[in-house]
């Protein structure tokens, strides 16, 4: 499972068998300034590769006009706000219904490339990968000390309590195989759900790869990015979640 | 006398807790991974009950752990906090199954009616 040529097998009648169909999913609350660039970017990266692309914009119940600017992409509208970890679960079980042999999540705020995304999908299916991470670690270029102290704090947390030894445990760019997007399921709603869902990989045997991105930092992304004040709730959400599961 | 008290009263909480183990891990609900860790959780405080008498004389020696011997209040006590860990865990259990219920009902309705709306 996870390979390309067991991906294949996958296909619906309805596309082309060399044709793979890729589900781009983009968790996304109040983006309407950006969301639109997002959904531009990716379609027109994967214009005339050989994949079959669909993205797919969850909206968190936004108060903006992100549905309405999302328009080109199919629109799954949350009817409570569920938070990162939600948006993300939802969009994969729309690809696992519609059979997508792969997945991409990005962030709806813009910071991913979709050159990116096209390069980590390949490397995934290259290296028969069932969860390959974006990591905006390996070449730093842009990321403020702040936040590269931020996300090596998360990534030694997640270290520590699960035993998984990546990067960037907090990177929204990830590219999930079918056999992924049929076992994965995590608990948290949160920005916790990045280094849990790691955890649950680990737990499922899946293999996990990374691949080295260049993260877009503009004023706008890093107001809407993570705070390290909130990596304090993440640590928290992650410690409990760890004690709780000694008692399942 | 005493422990033996503290041991009767212990006791069908902790069955109660292994006997769900069981039923669970037949049942297919956790995985035999899950079955091991918390059998052998409850066979350690089940341990500690049932060597109540030998554990409480040895800590008893250490002055930094030294007490009166087991008073009925201590057996009340000690009784109530392993029933409440046993409750406590089954209540979390019970509202983590219905919070996945909820979330999961709310994808596939949240997905259906984005269908429905020919936008999904």
Redesign the interface.
């Known amino acids: 499972m996870g390979s390309a040529k067991a991906a294949y097998q996958y296909c619906p009648d309805k596309y082309n068998y060399e044709t793979m169909k890729i589900c781009v999913v983009v968790p996304a609350y109040n983006e309407e300034l950006v969301i639109g660039d997002v959904v531009d970017d990716v379609k027109e990266t994967f214009r005339g590769t050989k994949y079959f692309c669909e993205v797919v914009v969850v909206n968190d119940q936004s108060t903006d006009k992100t549905a309405e600017n999302a328009q080109k992409a199919t629109i799954i509208n949350h009817l409570i706000n569920q938070g990162a970890g939600g948006a993300t679960s939802t969009g994969l079980r729309y690809a696992e219904i519609h059979k997508a042999n792969w997945v991409i999540t990005l962030d709806g705020d813009g910071q991913h490339k979709a050159i990116d995304a096209l390069s980590c999908l390949e490397q995934a299916i290259k290296i028969d990968a069932d969860l390959l991470i974006g990591s905006r670690l390996i070449n730093k270029k842009g990321m403020s000390k702040v936040k590269i102290l931020g996300n090596r704090g998360l990534t030694l947390i997640t270290y520590l309590l699960f035993g998984i030894s990546v990067t960037d445990s907090q990177s929204g760019l990830r590219i999930f195989s079918q056999k992924a997007i049929d076992v994965l399921e995590w608990k948290s709603t949160g920005y916790d759900f990045c280094s849990e869902m790691l955890w649950r990989a680990k737990k499922a045997n899946l293999s996990i790869a990374e691949y080295p991105i260049q993260a877009i930092y503009t004023d706008y992304s890093k107001s809407k990015g993570q705070s390290n004040w909130n990596a304090v709730n993440i640590v928290k959400s992650l410690v409990r979640r760890r004690i709780v599961e000694m008692f399942e | 006398m005493r422990y033996a008290l503290l041991l009767l009263l212990t006791a069908p909480i902790v069955l109660m807790a292994l006997m769900n183990i069981f039923t669970q891990y037949k049942m297919k609900r ?1 995985s035999k991974q ?1 079955f091991v ?2 059998f052998i ?1 409850w066979t350690l405080i089940s341990t500690l009950m049932f060597a109540s008498f030998p554990v409480y004389n040895l800590v008893s020696g250490n002055p930094l752990l030294d007490s009166s011997s087991l008073s009925l209040f201590d057996i009340v006590q000690t009784t109530a906090i392993v029933y409440i860990v046993y409750i406590i ?1 089954n209540f ?2 019970k509202i ?1 199954q219905n ?2 219920t909820i ?1 999961n009902l ?6 259906i ?2 269908s429905r709306n020919g ?2």
């Open positions: 956790i899950r860790q918390q959780l865990n979390r259990r983590e919070e996945r979330r709310h994808q596939e309705v949240s997905i009616l984005s936008k999904g």
